[in-house]
């Protein structure tokens, strides 16, 4: 007993430590750069016929490179456009934030180039995040009729793509029609399932949700609380064939990004649901992420990657979302009255970010940060990314709407 309380204790000391030097929120969060970038990619819009969207910049000058509205990343810059609308209401006695009229303008011209794909696209489950801005209209304006169309749609097409048998939504399409592949990341598309079924009533999107994270739970996550990439389902049986990665550096390592998405992912469940297991789950790797960062605090592609040949790729697009996946996390944490596990991880999220702001934040690129990773086993990293930036720009909005700064 009097180990278990001096480990106790211990652990109280580590928090403590950690929440009073926590660091001040980076002002670059609300630099006059983040708007004038963002409005100035935004206003190329017109230049593209059909629709083209920013997914990541060029290595050198920070130039975004555009892609067909026909991909996973699409709804992130649109997405973008009404985070920066809600900064607008935040930051009201600042004109650094722009104008909301303009914003809100822009969020939805923007989102127009996706109708398209709610009748056919090839991003398979990541539908979830191409419904980001038909989310966000929501709620400005909870009567509009495109947007719930726009949600609604997406959430079949989810829907459509979840067994029974292995009770999950399929992520990638195989050769093998055997091979049911399920990915960490779809942990945040089950978001939409959640939308449309407030806006249906359809309970049975929320058991897809519900059976999907709880097969994510016992055979993603290891005991340490870290994740494997991807899970190879038997489609006719269930069975777990494989577990393994695509784009971290091995079957058995931790690819941070992932982490970061099951941060957040499961936090979001224990925000729809209170299942004690999911908020269990999201504090398990929430705490390898955060013990797992290295002594500089910059976050690698994969905390498993080797140091040599050095230097090791950063992932500035991981800590962005996991800073957003430890501030819902936070949020739960009060929801069971843990006030000091709050305060522990709104101080990390600050620390990481801070961090990631000092190391990456780049004033001459079109993008917001660089250091970002796409997908290092191919060679794609040290760019600039769309939903690191958009993470990035929710991050600001987080900590002005908990008064932990102002714009």
Not at 68 to 96: I, Q, V
Not at 102 to 121: D, P
Not at 125 to 138: A, I, K, Q, Y
Request: proline share 5%; aromatic share 12%.
């Amino acid at each position: 007993m009097l180990a278990t309380n001096l480990v106790a204790l211990a652990i109280v000391g580590q928090i403590a430590a950690i929440v009073n030097g926590s660091p001040h929120v980076p002002s670059e969060l609300f630099s006059p750069l983040v708007a004038q970038k963002v409005l100035k990619t935004a206003l190329e819009f017109q230049h593209h016929s059909p629709p083209q969207y920013p997914q990541l910049t060029d290595r050198v000058k920070g130039e975004w490179q555009w892609f067909d509205a026909d991909g996973w990343t699409t709804g992130f810059f649109p997405a973008t456009l009404y985070a920066m609308y809600e900064r607008t209401k935040l930051c009201h006695k600042s004109n650094a934030a722009g104008n909301a009229a303009q914003w809100l303008e822009l969020g939805r011209t923007w989102a127009t180039g996706e109708i398209s794909l709610e009748s056919h696209n090839s991003v398979g489950h990541d539908v979830g995040f191409l419904s980001f801005p038909f989310m966000d209209e929501l709620n400005v304006n909870s009567r509009n009729e495109t947007a719930e169309q726009a949600v609604n749609a997406f959430a079949a097409d989810l829907a459509a793509r979840f067994s029974p048998i292995v009770g999950c939504t399929r992520s990638w399409d195989a050769s093998d029609p055997t091979d049911f592949q399920v990915i960490i990341d779809n942990m945040m598309n089950l978001e939409v399932f959640f939308a449309s079924a407030k806006l249906t009533g359809n309970q049975t999107l929320i058991d897809m949700a519900n059976s999907h994270a709880d097969k994510t739970m016992h055979n993603h996550i290891r005991p340490d609380g870290s994740s494997y990439h991807v899970v190879d389902y038997n489609s006719a049986t269930g069975a777990v064939i494989r577990q393994r990665t695509s784009q971290g550096y091995a079957d058995d390592s931790t690819w941070s990004r992932g982490q970061a998405w099951g941060i957040y992912g499961f936090a979001n469940m224990h925000k729809h649901t209170n299942k004690p297991e999911y908020l269990q789950t999201a504090r398990r790797m929430a705490k390898y992420f955060i013990t797992h960062i290295p002594s500089d605090g910059i976050v690698p592609w994969d905390f498993n990657a080797p140091l040599v040949p050095a230097p090791r790729a950063a992932d500035t697009s991981a800590a962005t979302i996991a800073v957003n996946g430890l501030l819902l996390l936070a949020d739960r944490e009060k929801a069971v009255l843990n006030f000091t596990g709050s305060a522990y991880y709104e101080a990390t999220a600050k620390k990481i970010l801070a961090d990631t702001t000092k190391f990456a934040w780049a004033p001459s690129w079109e993008s917001l940060l660089s250091n970002g990773t796409v997908n290092n086993p191919v060679g794609n990293n040290l760019t600039g990314i769309v939903y690191g930036d958009y993470y990035f720009i929710k991050a600001g909005n987080e900590f002005v709407s908990r008064h932990f700064t102002s714009c």
